[in-house]
């Protein structure tokens, strides 16, 4: 029986952006043992979104070997062999950018396969598509490793639905540049702590 069903979906507009919808506690995750997991990212077909979406692969892996000594994805090529798989998808009309299904069981542990989707954006203002997507996924992929929102500005796990003040210029402001320049290494502290948490309960 499923202890928990998180489906994450982002919403990039104009106006600062409403984060996802995730029911993440805290303390679901994987076993130390699981890492790294094998994860597969449908091509776009486009050159500059497909290397974004290998980038921010290879910052979640650079971070984690920081953060808990190890990597976290391996890319492989098949993707009925992949643990986390990242379906790539046309422009959304509704304004989607991605989201992720994550299911757990009653012992916390994340069941595999995770089902990540994001949509090919379109540039906003002076940020790039590639940003854009970069950002998206990046995010989604922290909701694969377990990650919940969190309340800082600054973070790529920003942010719990109404938690921010967006009238107070100084949180504004670390919102906006966060999203201009998003940045994995913004969730290192939340990623050690929580797999801290994770790994110290029995499995």
């Known amino acids: 029986m499923r202890r928990a069903l998180a ?27 699981r890492f790294p997991l094998a994860v597969h990212v449908i091509p776009f077909g486009d050159a500059a979104l497909d290397a974004a979406a290998t980038k921010a692969v290879d910052d979640w892996n650079r971070v984690a070997l920081d953060a808990l000594g190890r990597t976290v994805f391996a890319r492989v090529e098949s993707q009925e062999a992949a ?18 299904r994550v299911e757990v069981g009653p012992d916390g542990v994340i069941r595999l396969p995770v089902r990540v989707v994001v949509y090919e954006p379109a540039a906003r203002g002076a940020t790039s598509r590639e940003t854009l997507l970069y950002q998206v996924l990046a995010h989604e992929l922290g909701h694969a490793l377990g990650l919940p929102h969190n309340t800082d500005p600054r973070s790529l796990m920003c942010c719990i639905h109404a938690s921010l003040d ?38």
């Open 7 to 33: 489906l994450a979906v982002s919403l990039l507009l104009a106006a600062p952006a409403l984060a996802s919808e995730v029911v993440l506690s805290g303390v679901e995750g994987h076993p130390r043992a």
């Open 83 to 100: 643990q986390v798989v990242v379906d790539t998808r046309p422009r959304d009309e509704r304004g989607l950018m991605g989201f992720a």
């Open 166 to 203: 967006f009238k107070d210029p100084a949180i504004l402001s670390a919102y906006v540049e966060a999203r201009r320049r998003p940045d994995v290494a913004s969730a290192k502290a939340q990623l050690a702590a929580h797999y801290q948490r994770v790994w110290r309960e029995p499995r």
